[in-house]
């Protein structure tokens, strides 16, 4: 029976699917392929900060650190590797003053909730693009013990 295969591969039609198969099936949670006897072994990323979006840099810690991972993971013992972003306190506040100053107010006239709420609604875009950008990476991450430092 002959198999019809295409002439050059293409990530983006096979990739996310085998990807979505990976996290369905809890290949990445903690303890995944525990065996035994073995120890624990965990990674918390570096968080990024959510000001952002990753660049070589972020690709080549996340690839080594991802390498690390899935060799204790193949040899059985408890892995866990911690996604996370992280605030970026003042980088954050100028973004979104800059964004209120564009839209013609000032941080004042918003008041603090307001402001707060504009922070939680960047950090909710700008993060949610990291996590989709390291996704896209093949980051063997427990994506349901990600966290957010403020």
């Given at each position: 029976?002959?198999?019809?295969?295409?002439?050059?591969?293409?990530?983006?039609?096979?990739?996310?699917?085998?990807?979505?198969?990976?996290e369905t099936s809890g290949c990445f949670r903690g303890?995944?392929?525990k065996r035994d006897g073995k120890p624990g072994y965990a990674i918390a990323i570096p968080p990024p900060n959510v000001t952002g979006v990753l660049h070589m840099g972020h690709a080549l810690n996340n690839t080594l650190q991802d390498t690390l991972i899935r060799w204790r993971r193949m040899q059985?013992?408890?892995?866990?590797?911690?996604?996370?972003?992280?605030?970026?306190?003042?980088?954050?506040?100028?973004?979104?003053?800059?964004?209120?100053?564009?839209?013609?107010q000032t941080r004042d006239q918003l008041?603090?909730?307001?402001?707060?709420?504009?922070?939680?609604?960047?950090?909710?875009q700008s993060g949610g693009k990291i996590v989709q950008q390291l996704r896209k990476l093949g980051a063997s991450c427990d994506w349901?013990?990600?966290r957010f430092t403020m």
């Open positions: 029976m002959p198999l019809d295969l295409p002439k050059a591969y293409d990530a983006t039609t096979v990739e996310p699917d085998v990807y979505q198969r990976w303890g995944a392929g059985g013992y408890d892995t866990l590797w911690q996604p996370g972003t992280d605030h970026a306190g003042i980088a954050t506040e100028s973004v979104v003053v800059k964004q209120v100053q564009e839209a013609g008041g603090r909730e307001e402001f707060l709420k504009r922070v939680w609604a960047w950090k909710e349901s013990r990600e």
